[in-house]
């Protein structure tokens, strides 16, 4: 069975007629209806993320620190991302909630895909995000060796926290590729 089937509360197909759902059964089994607080929580968050950019906005505005601002507009890039990000889970949920209500998926293209890559060749998925991630690595590998270089400015300039940086976001694509090899390896049907 797919995400993508209607199928609230269970479907007579899934357990049997005249079975009730077990109480152990997670709530993806009976349909995917997203946890009952998810979209309250969700949106208080994005509400959040919203007043934390406004504030850096004004220390950036307000210092005539220019090493500080430089840093702050790094992280409002980043805020500016989770905006986005939170706005598409606030509203996945939300669609998925009426959806719910009214007893039948309809989400076959929705703002965050589903996990589909049995739509297409599995096996070229995996192949690609090894490349990828050999390059990754590579890449860990060369941040790791220009920090080292960089450790006599430490003190002085932002060089070497800008290289922690890149060495952080290398391991968040490593997760995303790891993600991605690891479920283009399972099959749905
Ligand atoms: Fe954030
Ligand atoms: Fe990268």
């Known amino acids: 069975m797919t995400d993508r089937t209607p199928n609230p509360g269970g479907s ?17 089994k009976q349909g995917n209806r997203p946890p009952p607080e998810l979209y309250a929580h969700l949106q208080s968050h994005v509400e959040a993320e919203r007043g934390l950019l406004e504030e850096y906005s004004a ?31 606030v509203e996945s949920v939300k669609a998925r909630e009426v959806q719910y ?32 991630l050999q390059k990754e690595q590579q890449d860990a590998h060369e941040l790791k060796r220009l920090q080292r270089e960089l450790r006599d400015t430490k003190e002085t ?5 800008l290289v922690e940086l890149m060495e952080r976001d290398t391991q968040k694509h490593i997760a995303i590729l790891r993600f991605a090899r690891k479920h283009a390896g399972r099959r749905r049907r």
């Open 157 to 161: 300039t932002l060089w070497s926290l």
């Open 101 to 132: 209500a009214d007893g039948h998926w309809n989400d076959e293209d929705p703002i965050i895909p589903h996990i589909d890559f049995d739509r297409t060749d599995q096996a070229a998925v995996i192949d690609i995000t090894e490349q990828l």
């Open 59 to 89: 220390a950036a505005e307000q210092s005539q620190s220019k090493a500080l601002r430089y840093l702050i507009n790094l992280l409002i890039e980043d805020e500016i991302r989770h905006h986005r990000i939170f706005t598409d889970l």
């Open 12 to 28: 007579a197909r899934q357990r049997g007629p005249q079975t009730a759902p077990p109480a152990w059964m997670p709530l993806a």
